[in-house]
């Protein structure tokens, strides 16, 4: 089991859940599993092609998946994801 | 809490990079060690890129005011950091063992205040900064609505604006 943290732009695509746990073996399993769940969420995340937005990241136990193997980055049962959207402001 | 220290050629790149941007709205990073800043990085504003606004912790009257704009003129009264970029300025702070200390961000036609879009995306990011195991940082404005930039820094947390007081030298 993986806990993904979801940020507070994306709870209302989770039933308002700031944690979910799924079971996924890379982070593209774990998108398309979320979107499964949760449709509409992949869209956020990720462009057409599956490569992860740029105005978002997502970190596998701190570490910053674009200096893993981005989207081919394998979990193990015990990781935890978190969602991360871009600083922003106006 | 000491004051924090910004070189004066650091303010300066930050207020050339607010110029140079302007009338759109530019973005960036201040990161040092023991309260004294060593290093800038600028960020690319992708807040015109299709999408950018929802990701974002933007409240809804902000939202549908960006969605009122096109995307050259979104940029003018909102920014979003490129995580790319992010990425890499945070891997250069570790490569070099510095800490973040500041989040900077020009206001082109208003005061160096934090707005309210601003008050409420950085409250929500409070919760985010120790997961991507980083400090918790204060917020720079710099203002260009008069010939002399305005500049002031702030610490906000949980909805709550104080004054993050700063030495230029
Ligand atoms: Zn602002």
């Given at each position: 089991?993986?806990?993904?943290?979801?940020p507070t732009?994306l709870?209302?695509?989770t039933?308002?859940?700031?944690?979910?746990?799924?079971?996924?073996?890379?982070?593209t399993?774990?998108?398309?599993?979320l979107?499964?769940s949760?449709?509409?969420i992949?869209a956020?995340?990720?462009?057409?092609?599956g490569?992860?937005r740029?105005?978002v990241?997502?970190?596998?136990?701190?570490?910053?998946?674009?200096?893993l193997?981005?989207k081919?980055?394998?979990?193990?049962?015990g990781d935890?994801?978190?969602?991360?959207?871009?600083i922003?402001?106006? | 809490?000491?004051?924090?220290v910004?070189?004066?050629a650091i303010?300066?790149?930050m207020?050339?990079h607010?110029?140079?941007?302007a009338?759109?709205?530019?973005?960036?990073?201040?990161?040092g060690?023991?309260g004294v800043?060593?290093?800038?990085?600028?960020?690319a504003?992708?807040?015109a890129?299709?999408?950018?606004?929802?990701?974002?912790?933007?409240?809804?009257?902000?939202i549908?005011?960006l969605?009122?704009l096109?995307?050259?003129?979104?940029?003018?009264?909102a920014?979003?950091?490129d995580?790319?970029d992010?990425?890499?300025?945070?891997?250069?702070?570790?490569n070099h063992?510095?800490?973040?200390?500041?989040?900077?961000?020009?206001?082109?036609h208003?005061?160096?205040?934090?707005?309210?879009?601003?008050i409420?995306?950085?409250?929500?990011y409070e919760?985010?900064?120790?997961?991507?195991n980083?400090?918790?940082?204060?917020?720079?404005?710099i203002?260009?609505?008069?010939?002399?930039?305005?500049?002031?820094?702030?610490?906000i947390?949980?909805?709550?604006?104080s004054?993050?007081s700063?030495?230029?030298?």
């Amino acid at each position: 089991m993986i806990k993904v943290r979801i940020p507070t732009p994306l709870r209302s695509l989770t039933k308002n859940q700031g944690e979910v746990d799924v079971t996924a073996d890379s982070i593209t399993d774990l998108v398309n599993t979320l979107e499964a769940s949760y449709p509409g969420i992949k869209a956020r995340l990720c462009d057409g092609s599956g490569e992860l937005r740029r105005f978002v990241n997502i970190y596998v136990n701190e570490e910053d998946i674009r200096f893993l193997k981005g989207k081919d980055t394998t979990l193990k049962s015990g990781d935890e994801v978190s969602i991360v959207p871009a600083i922003a402001g106006g | 809490m000491k004051d924090l220290v910004i070189p004066q050629a650091i303010l300066n790149d930050m207020i050339a990079h607010a110029r140079e941007l302007a009338p759109h709205e530019c973005c960036g990073l201040l990161a040092g060690n023991n309260g004294v800043v060593s290093r800038m990085y600028r960020i690319a504003n992708i807040v015109a890129i299709e999408g950018a606004q929802n990701l974002s912790s933007f409240d809804s009257a902000k939202i549908a005011h960006l969605e009122r704009l096109s995307p050259a003129e979104r940029a003018e009264i909102a920014f979003v950091m490129d995580m790319q970029d992010f990425s890499t300025a945070k891997k250069d702070m570790r490569n070099h063992g510095l800490d973040l200390q500041i989040v900077y961000h020009s206001h082109p036609h208003d005061p160096a205040r934090p707005s309210i879009t601003d008050i409420k995306i950085a409250t929500d990011y409070e919760e985010i900064w120790p997961k991507i195991n980083l400090p918790i940082p204060s917020y720079l404005l710099i203002s260009l609505m008069h010939t002399t930039p305005d500049i002031k820094n702030y610490w906000i947390k949980s909805g709550q604006v104080s004054n993050a007081s700063f030495i230029v030298r």
